[in-house]
């Protein structure tokens, strides 16, 4: 089983920046593709960034691309989005994911409980 657990959400003003870290349990943790999630008041869940088990591979959603960047640090245990230049509509509650590379919400086994991202106008 691997455990997932989000910080470095809070407030920040438009146009600001935020680097979100994913810390991942077990020694397992390297053998899943990571993702990030994010889901606003009122919406879906919605798909942000992927990168695959290596690091070797990123995607990202249209909403998000130039913007923010995913990476990990396998030796870390830890996945990470930085975000910048945010934008009041990426005002979400950012969820870490581990499974499959891939942009379906369906495909991911682990997530963690989420962390909150409320960007000002």
């Known amino acids: 089983q691997v455990q997932l657990v989000e910080s470095g959400g809070g407030l920040v003003q438009a146009g600001g920046s935020l680097r979100l870290s994913c810390a991942a349990s077990g020694r397992t943790f390297s053998r899943y593709a990571m993702g990030w999630f994010r889901q606003a008041p009122g919406k879906e869940r919605e798909f942000v960034a992927r990168i695959s088990v290596s690091g070797g591979s990123t995607s990202y959603a249209d909403s998000v691309k130039g913007r923010f960047t995913i990476s990990r640090d396998n030796a870390k245990n830890t996945v990470y989005l930085q975000m910048n230049s945010l934008k009041p509509e990426d005002t979400a509650v950012y969820y870490c994911?581990?499974?499959?590379?891939?942009?379906?919400?369906?495909?991911?086994?682990?997530w963690g409980k989420g962390t909150l991202v409320t960007v000002s106008s």
């Open positions: 994911a581990a499974g499959a590379y891939s942009s379906s919400p369906g495909t991911m086994y682990y």
